[in-house]
């Protein structure tokens, strides 16, 4: 009795946070399905976020009372979102990958534990705390200073020419991304190192190999699962991120980036800056249409998330 007693309440215990995960998605599925009826499919490719006018009459439109002139498209925070993401992913990896190479091989183990301990506390930091620096320090270096400068004279690399801006913008975002998602790879890497079969390293070195060409010819190809994995779980932490986005990205409403200093908006700061306007509507359609956006959000998360777990657990296998 005791035994199944045990069993029912750690089946109970293991089944509450993949209940919650599809309880949240039915909720906003629900919750959001008069602004599905009324976008469309259309919805995701649309350049155009209108609330209408919300002193006006309520009018209905395929079955769904909204506001006269109410348009709700999103593509501009598609593009805002996964460009950022990118962006900062391409930035964070290298430097991850070294800086877990460096603690896990080039460090004695008395200082390499502290050291990865400091490294592992930048994932505590709240991402207020993130935008705030950003805000304060990155954003007037950046746009008095180095984008200028990258603007005069990196020209001929596409979407590095053109206005610099003012320091806000999709560079400043990406870079606010990759210092909060390096230790998340640099933690995974560093145990994926240590896992390594020293014989292989020292055969390298034995062969002639610098430390170098031993991380580039032995230890990245047979990490290659791991870091596609780790690569893919840190695109999902970075898509997801809000209020230092919100701090440092522009907050750009229908514009689409024409070069890297751009203005933009992801889909999880364009919901809280827009949250206060969107109640101010009476037929509740802009808040259902936010709504919807953070469905979109959940699903593109918890998808790359999912890749990310089988690629890192398929690595395990091997």
Do not use: C
Not at 72 to 100: E, K
Not at 105 to 122: I, N, R
Not at 266 to 273: D, E, G, K, N, R
Request: net charge neutral.
């Amino acid at each position: 009795m005791k035994f199944s007693l045990f069993r029912i309440s750690l089946v109970g215990t293991a089944s509450f946070l993949p209940l919650s995960l599809l309880m949240l998605i039915l909720f906003l599925v629900l919750y959001s399905l008069p602004a599905i009826h009324y976008n469309g499919i259309s919805f995701l490719w649309t350049n155009d976020w209108n609330l209408g006018n919300l002193y006006g009459n309520p009018v209905e439109i395929h079955g769904q009372q909204v506001m006269p002139g109410a348009r709700f498209g999103i593509w501009f925070l598609v593009v805002g979102t996964l460009l950022s993401a990118v962006i900062a992913l391409i930035m964070a990896l290298p430097i991850a990958i070294g800086a877990a190479y460096f603690l896990a091989e080039l460090l004695p183990k008395w200082l390499a534990s502290p050291l990865a301990l400091l490294v592992d506390l930048l994932a505590a930091i709240p991402s207020v705390v993130f935008g705030l620096w950003g805000y304060a320090v990155l954003i007037p270096l950046m746009g008095h200073s180095v984008y200028p400068w990258m603007s005069a004279h990196l020209q001929w690399v596409p979407y590095f020419g053109g206005s610099p801006g003012s320091g806000y913008g999709l560079l400043t975002t990406a870079l606010v991304l990759a210092f909060m998602i390096v230790p998340l790879i640099s933690a995974t890497m560093r145990e994926a190192i240590g896992s390594i079969e020293p014989a292989l390293k020292e055969a390298g070195r034995g062969l002639g190999l610098n430390r170098l060409e031993v991380l580039w010819y032995i230890i990245l190809p047979k990490l290659k699962t791991t870091i596609t994995g780790v690569s893919i779980l840190a695109l999902g932490r970075a898509l997801g991120e809000t209020m230092a986005v919100v701090m440092v990205s522009g907050n750009a409403l229908n514009y689409l980036p024409n070069n890297i200093y751009s203005p933009i908006s992801t889909m999880a700061a364009f919901i809280v800056s827009q949250l206060e306007s969107a109640l101010q509507d009476p037929t509740n359609m802009a808040v259902e249409a936010l709504a919807e956006i953070a469905l979109v959000l959940l699903l593109l998360t918890v998808i790359v998330n999912v890749i990310a777990r089988l690629l890192l657990w398929s690595a395990r296998v091997r």
